[in-house]
Every structure is written in C-alpha cells, then in structure tokens.
C-alpha cells in the first residue's frame, strides 16, 4: 500500500530554517514525481514545490522560489524540502503527495493520487 510521511515540522521564528522529509514505501519510489503543497487556515491547497522521479528537474512557486529547495534520496525513498528565511505567510499543514503518471500540471492538486497526513509549520516570533 503506497504509504507517505512527512516529519520535520514545528515552530520557528521568522528568518528561520526548517528540513521537511517525506519518507515513502509500498511502491516504487523512483518511478513517480512528488510535490509538497502546503495548507493555512480558511486558504486552498497550494503548490509548492515539485521534483520528477530522477530528481532532474524542480518547479517552484513564485511564493517560495530562491527560499526553498526540493530534493530526493531514491536510495532512502524520501524526498526533503530546505525552507529557509521563512516568513509568517509560509506557516501552513505542510502536505508530500505522489504525482498521477500522465497528468500535465505539477501544480494541480487533482493530478496526485497519494498523501501524507501533513506537518505543521509555524513561522512566529
């Protein structure tokens, strides 16, 4: 059964960094591209950040882009997201969900087929 994880959430001030992990198992890993979505309070799910399946190429939002990186060990099964000079406006339910093969938009919640249960980021002072 296709099974995600993410961990590596918590409390941080502004100007801070958190690692997120998203640890995957009952499939083959290396076969599926994944993004990260995130989801604040009364707001939509929104796209964050995606990776193919080699790890080759890597989209972002313009909400996040030169802040945050995505990559994946295939080795460890896991994909990360480096979040760094976070701002109150990143705190969110931080989701990893595994792409739907054949679907054309890496931003549309519709084209994925799997997903975590979500960690919590909170950007306060």
């Known amino acids: 059964q296709l099974q995600l994880v993410e961990s590596g959430g918590g409390l941080v001030q502004p100007g801070g960094s958190l690692r997120l992990s998203c640890a995957a198992s009952?499939?083959?890993?290396?076969?599926?591209?994944i993004a990260w979505f995130r989801q604040a309070p009364g707001k939509e799910r929104e796209a964050v950040s995606y990776?193919?399946?080699?790890?080759?190429?890597?989209y972002y939002a313009d909400s996040v882009k030169g802040r945050f990186t995505i990559s994946r060990d295939n080795g460890k099964n896991t994909v990360y997201l480096q979040m760094n000079s976070l701002k109150p406006d990143d705190t969110a339910v931080y989701y990893c969900?595994?792409?739907?093969?054949?679907?054309?938009?890496?931003?549309?919640?519709?084209?994925?087929?799997?997903w975590g249960q979500g960690t919590q980021v909170t950007v306060s002072s």
């Open positions: 969900a595994t792409r739907r093969p054949g679907t054309i938009t890496w931003n549309n919640p519709s084209n994925y087929i799997s």
């Open positions: 009952g499939f083959t890993f290396d076969s599926y591209a």
């Open positions: 990776i193919t399946n080699s790890g080759s190429w890597t």
